[in-house]
């Protein structure tokens, strides 16, 4: 069974800097695509970047654009885990984020961690 | 990036009902579409992929049906352990997107 777990979620204030992880058991992060998604208080899903397999593009990373060059998203193979790097972060960044397993469609998901921006 | 919009946002429903839940695409997205089930502090869950293939261990009370832009979820006869919210996601185009979600509930 394949099972995927976040955690390093807090609170941090404005500008401040969090590291997320994405622990995987039952299947090999560095052969499939990993996602992570974020669902902020009262709102939808929003899809904010991805690491590719390293059969696929190298393993490439790609961001959403209200995201992009604050957040990196990596890979520790020997850990079987992939990190939600995000800096700079802003009060509109609090949100539930949860990784997944998938480039176009989502088909294993953690239960998230919630990161809170707040001075 | 392509706007996916789902009708209704919210649906109140009685045991044993046909519910069914639209997703429009605001250009086309060929077949993939694909539907989540989300419930407060739990994983979210793949119901469908491919407009209509039910994801491995989904109940086949959940059917997905649809093509290009237009998208349906049914649920055919609802139960207790459906109370959640879904919603729609394109993965055709970059970005991947999700609609804003239809809360459903008894």
């Known amino acids: 069974e394949v099972q995927l777990v976040e955690s390093g979620g807090n609170l941090v204030q404005p500008g401040g800097s969090l590291r997320l992880s994405c622990a995987a058991s039952?299947?090999?992060?560095?052969?499939?695509?990993v996602t992570w998604v974020r669902q902020a208080p009262g709102k939808g899903l929003e899809w904010v970047g991805h690491?590719?397999?390293?059969?696929?593009?190298?393993?490439?990373?790609d961001y959403a654009a209200p995201v992009k060059g604050r957040f990196s998203i990596s890979r520790d193979d020997s850990r079987n885990t992939v990190y939600l790097q995000m800096n700079s972060l802003k009060s509109e960044d609090t949100a539930v984020y949860f990784c997944?397993?998938?480039?176009?469609?989502?088909?294993?998901w953690g239960q998230g961690t919630l990161v809170a921006v707040s001075s | 990036d392509i706007q996916m919009t789902q009708s209704p946002s919210s649906v109140s429903a009685s045991i044993g009902d046909r519910v069914t839940i639209t997703c429009r695409a605001s250009q086309g997205v060929a077949n993939w579409l694909a539907w989540y089930q989300l419930k407060p502090g739990k994983a979210p869950k793949l119901l469908i992929y491919g407009a209509s293939n039910l994801h491995s261990g989904v109940t086949s009370r959940y059917s997905g049906s649809g093509s290009r832009t237009d998208f349906t979820l049914t649920i055919s006869s609802l139960q207790p352990e459906d109370v959640a919210t879904y919603y729609c996601q394109q993965g055709n185009s970059f970005p991947p997107t999700f609609g804003q979600g239809t809360r459903l509930e008894i």
């Open positions: 997944a397993s998938g480039k176009k469609d989502f088909v294993s």
């Open positions: 039952g299947l090999t992060l560095s052969d499939t695509c």
């Open positions: 690491i590719k397999s390293k059969i696929d593009d190298y393993g490439t990373t």
